[in-house]
């Protein structure tokens, strides 16, 4: 079954405590991106990723690291993680050619408290 | 600021009645992306329809695109109390970046 898988689903943590997000597709999709959504606010992309090794910031990228060193993982690093990180948290992954970003497959979400 | 605005924010209509949701945005686009998104889960992905398509039909869903007006809008015909979701348009600017750009949402309620 294509899918993307997102690990933890609910994490509550304390601020400075270094966090990773894991992302995984079985789809073989090049492009890649994590999402925060906030209430009122949408959704925002952190940064994403159009293949191997090539990663790219989004509209808020402060406070967050990421990583693609194989195709199908794209893990979201909180170095020292503060309350105003606390979101809900989607990974997407895509194919994407010079016509365009193809549709996206979302995970099911991570809801991140920091305290 | 966002690329595509969705109106109006929240919709409430009677079961079997159609729902019609518009997205706004402000530069040249590949495509448009139209996502349902129950609450707290994933987005699901509805239609795709490119700057040089006008009309596409998924069922009970049409979409329409008018790049003249960098306006599309969604409809759902006879609505389901199981349509109750959030809605968003997503837009891969022409320009720029390869990432696509979400709306705030549409969120409709069917009463039954």
């Known amino acids: 079954e294509a899918q993307v898988t997102q690990n933890p689903r609910y994490l509550i943590t304390v601020t400075g405590k270094k966090l990773t997000v894991t992302c995984s597709q079985n789809m073989n999709h090049e492009y890649m991106s994590w999402y925060r959504q906030d209430p009122g606010l949408g959704l925002r992309q952190i940064y994403y990723?159009?293949?191997?090794?090539?990663?790219d910031k989004g509209d808020v990228p402060e406070g967050y690291k990421v990583s693609r060193k194989e195709k199908r993982n794209f893990p979201l690093i909180l170095e020292s993680p503060s309350p105003n990180q606390t979101s809900l948290y989607f990974c997407?992954?895509?194919?994407?050619?010079?016509?365009?970003?193809?549709?996206?497959?979302f995970g099911p979400g991570t809801r991140l408290t920091v305290l | 600021s966002q690329q595509g605005e969705e109106d109006p924010q929240a919709l409430s209509i009677q079961e079997g009645e159609n729902a019609t949701m518009n997205c706004s945005y402000k530069t040249s686009i590949n495509n448009l992306q139209w996502y349902r998104q129950n609450s707290g889960r994933g987005l699901v992905h509805l239609i795709l329809i490119r700057s040089n398509e006008r009309e596409k039909h998924s069922g009970r869903l049409r979409v329409t695109l008018d790049t003249s007006k960098k306006s599309s809008s969604l409809l759902i015909t006879a609505s389901r109390a199981a349509d109750t979701a959030s809605y968003f348009c997503?837009?891969?600017?022409?320009?720029?970046?390869?990432?696509?750009?979400f709306g705030q949402g549409t969120r409709l309620t069917i009463n039954p």
């Open positions: 990723s159009m293949n191997v090794e090539v990663t």
């Open positions: 997503a837009t891969d600017p022409l320009e720029g970046a390869q990432k696509l750009v």
């Open positions: 997407a992954s895509s194919t994407w050619d010079r016509v365009g970003i193809d549709t996206q497959y």
